[in-house]
């Protein structure tokens, strides 16, 4: 039976030992199905549980995105796992806590309200009456279903949630073996892929017997046009790769479409208009002058620093995946129908990879080892090489944000049309129909590059914070939505907020600027939501916001707002820069309310990494391509900030204790993005509407 | 064909067997079990193996196996372990310096060599010295103040 106060995560796996087992050595293991992807997430998952149960956080170990054990709780994505995955625990927990205090009080013949928790005993205070969860794990069943009815501790009575809990991975990861890529097993070989030299091209002869003679080659997986290479040394499995580049003869591929600027490729390509969100109120005043702006964002890249890896044993007809994988139990399922097996007999285990912000090629590469070790009977290893990284991993969605305003006689925003065009921003394993996995529309037989599907509003794709947030009495959405994309995309962090907040916010600057109001009273003006006017407020005064007009002195100061996917954490962003030859952010000032918080150091070092992940996309990143191929191979092809270029950032923490926790991982990005534009405005009087802002770009929009 | 190399590594002699242009970074992974050298790259431009060659920072991606002999090599492990970190590794403990932590123990070998050299550096001197490192999750606030704790303890 669902209740309907269950989060998504215990409707799936209402089942109370599916999230809690107590262990003989007197400890706690708690199973989440979010996973850490450098977010710290698994860290603030144990301090909501500690909390519920009244353990101590050292007693309490956390086995995250296990399909052995662990709950199915979809991907660790949308900072949803505080919202979503956090709210499952911390109810399973809390009925869990409840469950045994009862049997304690039917043992000591009292009320459930006079026995305390401490750190696991449960006793009565005043005696010297007490149990604990382990005395009665024998009484009390966690094979039941969880019915939400158990309520959490209030927020004043917290002492680990709230806390900022010293993240429980950071020692192992400083010292030696920490990620999936460190794994060894018995008899394990290493494997690498060899992909076409273009997107689409097929394979149409290898001299399989050269490549078999190489050093150290065990065996290879050759099907239609995925060659895999395994090797008994890692540099032999390299070595092998590169031979087989000069062996490997293919058949030319459809041509991508032409490079250019952004605008001019999507505009093109054909697409399908849907209105997906628009509102209609009566106007208190009619539109006297409209004003209209385009705003383009380009592919980019997820860039991880480490590189896409897995590890595949088969053993007694079960294989079993190590990866680091955003989706443990969508990846199990999809490797299981590529490679004909039963759902039961593959197994996904979550091991942490370099920093994750979407869909990368973690889901790619497990099928990758799966196929290697399939075919040459071994233990794989299989990682990727950087060009392929760079190449064939999902990349960001470019966009185009076409911004159309009314205004009233008083300059107020009465009108406001939002149209996109833009690809899905999400295409994973287990999204939509068919099998999104790279090999699977490599092997002979293929299977078909599955349709895509945009997500649809309210957290939305292209759309995500389209709709403003502003009380603008009329808006509408359009969306351009472009089946044909010349780049592989898919999710990547914030999905189409980044852009739509981009250009709301910059079009807003303009729009102030042409009333002559200041860009942050022009925005209150708009703006009822008590909470989004407080951040925008706190982030100005932390600043100290100078209202001013396009300035000369090539410095200035810039202000963003959104509320990431008009539900989770709100934030506001003000970014001070300097340009010379190129554009310099000196201090960024970001105000934050995600409601209550977990661990404030662990959300201000997301924000931080947010606001500094954004500066990089907003001021150097694009992805480029020629009719073949993806041209951007290497970090020399792709630059990102550097330690010399970052600012100063400093985070207002707006904590509302009594408020659900909002989910903060990708709320600064955008934010970030607007206020950098509109300090550019403060800095030189230019508007730049296309990112990146390069010094080409900078010089020609001065011009 | 493989040959035998003698390479020093923390302190410690060992005998290995390789092609001599193996990247540094796989022998030291793979052969000796340290595999808190990260590969990045494999093209030299993102410091996540950098590890020390008599105390100067390399990218053991792109430093063969033949040039590594008659060298002191250190990695992370040199430094410290879990139990009983090092300086470096103890203060970004405590300034909880990491996101993913993928590229954070190249950055300390880089942040070691700079602090044998140079015991209290400046801000600019850190960037510098991090010139070759990258950092994609945006921990770099914490990166320095980090390294800064880890010269103020020297003290």
């Given at each position: 039976m669902n209740n309907p106060v269950l989060p998504q995560s215990l409707k799936t796996n209402p089942q109370l030992d599916r999230w809690v087992r107590f262990n003989a050595d007197r400890s706690v293991t708690v199973f989440s199905g979010k996973v850490e992807l450098g977010q710290g997430i698994v860290t603030a998952i144990a301090q909501i549980a500690a909390e519920e149960l009244d353990v101590a956080l050292e007693r309490l170990a956390i086995v995250p995105g296990d399909t052995r054990c662990s709950p199915d709780e979809w991907y660790t994505a949308g900072s949803q796992s505080i919202?979503?995955?956090?709210?499952?625990?911390?109810?399973?927990?809390?009925?869990?806590?409840?469950?045994?205090?009862?049997?304690?009080a039917r043992r000591f013949e009292v009320s459930p309200t006079e026995l305390r928790v401490n750190d696991g005993a449960i006793e009565l205070p005043g005696t010297d009456l007490a149990t604990s969860y382990w005395d009665l794990a024998g009484e009390v069943s966690l094979a039941r279903?969880?019915?939400?009815?158990a309520p959490p501790k209030p927020s004043s009575a917290h002492a680990i949630v709230g806390t900022s809990a010293p993240r429980r991975d950071i020692r192992a990861k400083l010292a030696g073996a920490a990620y999936v890529q460190d794994m060894e097993l018995p008899g394990m070989v290493y494997g690498r892929v060899l992909r076409p030299p273009a997107q689409g091209a097929r394979l149409k002869s290898l001299d399989q017997a050269a490549l078999r003679t190489l050093p150290g080659v065990i065996g290879l997986c050759v099907s239609g046009s995925f060659v895999a290479i395994a090797a008994a040394r890692e540099e032999q499995a390299v070595a092998a790769l590169e031979t087989a580049r000069g062996l490997a003869l293919w058949e030319a591929s459809e041509p991508l479409p032409e490079p250019g600027e952004i605008a001019a490729v999507l505009t093109a390509l054909p697409s399908t208009r849907t209105i997906t969100s628009s509102r209609h109120t009566p106007a208190t005043s009619a539109a006297v002058a409209w004003r209209e702006a385009t705003y383009t964002k380009p592919y980019i890249a997820h860039a991880s620093i480490g590189l896409s890896c897995a590890l595949a044993n088969f053993e007694d007809g079960k294989l079993v995946i190590w990866s680091h994988t955003q989706g443990p139990h969508h990846l199990r399922a999809q490797i299981a129908r590529v490679l004909g097996m039963a759902e039961d007999a593959v197994e996904v285990v979550h091991r942490d990879g370099a920093g994750c912000y979407g869909h990368n090629g973690a889901d790619d590469v497990a099928l990758d080892a799966a196929l290697l070790a399939r075919a040459c009977g071994r233990p794989v290893l299989l990682q990727w090489t950087r060009e392929d990284e760079l190449a064939w991993s999902p990349c960001g969605s470019a966009m185009v944000v076409k911004l159309r305003a009314g205004?009233?006689?008083?300059?107020?925003?009465?009108?406001?049309?939002?149209?996109?065009?833009?690809?899905?921003?999400?295409?994973?394993?287990?999204?939509?129909?068919?099998?999104?996995?790279?090999?699977?529309?490599?092997?002979?037989?293929?299977?078909?590059?599955?349709?895509?599907?945009?997500?649809?509003?309210?957290?939305?794709?292209?759309d995500r914070n389209a709709v403003p947030?502003?009380?603008?009495?009329?808006?509408?959405?359009?969306?351009?939505?472009?089946?044909?994309?010349?780049?592989?995309?898919?999710?990547?962090r914030t999905l189409g907020a980044y852009a739509n907040i981009f250009a709301i916010e910059c079009f807003l600057d303009e729009l102030a600027a042409a009333a002559g109001i200041g860009p942050v009273a022009y925005r209150l003006q708009h703006l009822g939501d008590a909470r989004a006017r407080a951040v925008i407020e706190a982030a100005a005064a932390a600043a100290g916001w100078k209202a001013g007009g396009a300035g000369k002195d090539a410095r200035g100061m810039g202000i963003g707002f959104g509320r990431y996917k008009n539900l989770s954490a709100y934030c506001a962003?003000?970014?001070?820069?300097?340009?010379?030859?190129?554009?310099?952010?000196?201090?960024?000032?970001?105000?934050?309310?995600?409601g209550q918080v977990v661990n404030p150091d662990g959300l201000k070092n997301q924000i931080e990494g947010g606001i500094i992940q954004a500066i990089s996309w907003t001021l150097k990143e694009a992805l480029q391509w020629d009719r073949e191929r993806v041209t951007t191979r290497s970090w020399g092809d792709y630059p990102i900030l550097g330690f010399d270029e970052?600012?100063?950032?400093?985070?207002?923490?707006?904590?509302?204790?009594?408020?659900?926790?909002?989910?903060?991982?990708?709320?600064?990005?955008?934010?970030?993005?607007?206020?950098?534009?509109?300090?550019?405005?403060?800095?030189?009087?230019?508007?730049?509407?296309?990112?990146?802002?390069?010094?080409?770009?900078?010089?020609?929009?001065?011009? | 064909m493989a040959e035998n190399f003698k390479l020093r590594v923390n302190g410690r002699e060992h005998t290995v067997s390789a092609e001599p242009n193996t990247p540094l970074v796989y022998i030291l992974r793979n052969d000796l079990k340290l595999k808190g050298t990260r590969f990045g790259c494999g093209q030299g431009n993102c410091g996540a193996c950098t590890v020390l060659l008599d105390g100067k920072p390399v990218q053991s991606c792109d430093t063969p196996l033949?040039?590594?002999?008659?060298?002191?090599?250190?990695?992370?492990?040199?430094?410290?372990?879990?139990?009983?970190?090092?300086?470096?590794?103890?203060?970004f403990i405590d300034e909880q310096a990491m996101q993913c932590g993928y590229c954070i123990n190249g950055i300390i070998m880089s942040a070691e060599a700079l602090l044998t050299s140079e015991p209290a550096p400046t801000d600019a001197g850190i960037a510098q010295a991090l010139e070759r490192n990258l950092c994609r999750c945006g921990t770099h606030l914490r990166v320095l103040r980090a390294i800064k704790r880890a010269a103020g303890a020297e003290k």
């Amino acid at each position: 039976m669902n209740n309907p106060v269950l989060p998504q995560s215990l409707k799936t796996n209402p089942q109370l030992d599916r999230w809690v087992r107590f262990n003989a050595d007197r400890s706690v293991t708690v199973f989440s199905g979010k996973v850490e992807l450098g977010q710290g997430i698994v860290t603030a998952i144990a301090q909501i549980a500690a909390e519920e149960l009244d353990v101590a956080l050292e007693r309490l170990a956390i086995v995250p995105g296990d399909t052995r054990c662990s709950p199915d709780e979809w991907y660790t994505a949308g900072s949803q796992s505080i919202e979503v995955g956090g709210a499952a625990m911390r109810l399973a927990c809390a009925e869990v806590r409840q469950l045994f205090v009862e049997a304690a009080a039917r043992r000591f013949e009292v009320s459930p309200t006079e026995l305390r928790v401490n750190d696991g005993a449960i006793e009565l205070p005043g005696t010297d009456l007490a149990t604990s969860y382990w005395d009665l794990a024998g009484e009390v069943s966690l094979a039941r279903a969880a019915t939400g009815a158990a309520p959490p501790k209030p927020s004043s009575a917290h002492a680990i949630v709230g806390t900022s809990a010293p993240r429980r991975d950071i020692r192992a990861k400083l010292a030696g073996a920490a990620y999936v890529q460190d794994m060894e097993l018995p008899g394990m070989v290493y494997g690498r892929v060899l992909r076409p030299p273009a997107q689409g091209a097929r394979l149409k002869s290898l001299d399989q017997a050269a490549l078999r003679t190489l050093p150290g080659v065990i065996g290879l997986c050759v099907s239609g046009s995925f060659v895999a290479i395994a090797a008994a040394r890692e540099e032999q499995a390299v070595a092998a790769l590169e031979t087989a580049r000069g062996l490997a003869l293919w058949e030319a591929s459809e041509p991508l479409p032409e490079p250019g600027e952004i605008a001019a490729v999507l505009t093109a390509l054909p697409s399908t208009r849907t209105i997906t969100s628009s509102r209609h109120t009566p106007a208190t005043s009619a539109a006297v002058a409209w004003r209209e702006a385009t705003y383009t964002k380009p592919y980019i890249a997820h860039a991880s620093i480490g590189l896409s890896c897995a590890l595949a044993n088969f053993e007694d007809g079960k294989l079993v995946i190590w990866s680091h994988t955003q989706g443990p139990h969508h990846l199990r399922a999809q490797i299981a129908r590529v490679l004909g097996m039963a759902e039961d007999a593959v197994e996904v285990v979550h091991r942490d990879g370099a920093g994750c912000y979407g869909h990368n090629g973690a889901d790619d590469v497990a099928l990758d080892a799966a196929l290697l070790a399939r075919a040459c009977g071994r233990p794989v290893l299989l990682q990727w090489t950087r060009e392929d990284e760079l190449a064939w991993s999902p990349c960001g969605s470019a966009m185009v944000v076409k911004l159309r305003a009314g205004l009233d006689a008083a300059h107020r925003i009465v009108e406001w049309r939002h149209e996109i065009w833009s690809h899905t921003h999400i295409k994973r394993p287990g999204w939509g129909e068919g099998v999104n996995l790279l090999a699977a529309w490599h092997l002979d037989p293929p299977l078909a590059i599955p349709p895509a599907k945009d997500m649809p509003l309210p957290a939305g794709g292209a759309d995500r914070n389209a709709v403003p947030l502003y009380d603008f009495p009329m808006h509408e959405v359009a969306y351009n939505f472009i089946d044909t994309m010349p780049l592989r995309v898919s999710a990547l962090r914030t999905l189409g907020a980044y852009a739509n907040i981009f250009a709301i916010e910059c079009f807003l600057d303009e729009l102030a600027a042409a009333a002559g109001i200041g860009p942050v009273a022009y925005r209150l003006q708009h703006l009822g939501d008590a909470r989004a006017r407080a951040v925008i407020e706190a982030a100005a005064a932390a600043a100290g916001w100078k209202a001013g007009g396009a300035g000369k002195d090539a410095r200035g100061m810039g202000i963003g707002f959104g509320r990431y996917k008009n539900l989770s954490a709100y934030c506001a962003v003000v970014a001070q820069i300097e340009v010379a030859e190129k554009i310099r952010v000196t201090r960024a000032v970001a105000a934050i309310d995600a409601g209550q918080v977990v661990n404030p150091d662990g959300l201000k070092n997301q924000i931080e990494g947010g606001i500094i992940q954004a500066i990089s996309w907003t001021l150097k990143e694009a992805l480029q391509w020629d009719r073949e191929r993806v041209t951007t191979r290497s970090w020399g092809d792709y630059p990102i900030l550097g330690f010399d270029e970052v600012p100063q950032i400093e985070v207002v923490l707006i904590d509302r204790p009594e408020l659900p926790g909002l989910g903060t991982g990708e709320c600064a990005a955008g934010p970030t993005a607007a206020a950098i534009g509109n300090a550019l405005w403060q800095a030189l009087g230019v508007r730049a509407r296309d990112l990146p802002f390069t010094p080409e770009r900078i010089a020609r929009a001065m011009t | 064909m493989a040959e035998n190399f003698k390479l020093r590594v923390n302190g410690r002699e060992h005998t290995v067997s390789a092609e001599p242009n193996t990247p540094l970074v796989y022998i030291l992974r793979n052969d000796l079990k340290l595999k808190g050298t990260r590969f990045g790259c494999g093209q030299g431009n993102c410091g996540a193996c950098t590890v020390l060659l008599d105390g100067k920072p390399v990218q053991s991606c792109d430093t063969p196996l033949w040039s590594a002999p008659g060298h002191e090599i250190t990695t992370i492990e040199g430094l410290g372990s879990a139990e009983e970190p090092g300086r470096l590794q103890q203060a970004f403990i405590d300034e909880q310096a990491m996101q993913c932590g993928y590229c954070i123990n190249g950055i300390i070998m880089s942040a070691e060599a700079l602090l044998t050299s140079e015991p209290a550096p400046t801000d600019a001197g850190i960037a510098q010295a991090l010139e070759r490192n990258l950092c994609r999750c945006g921990t770099h606030l914490r990166v320095l103040r980090a390294i800064k704790r880890a010269a103020g303890a020297e003290k």
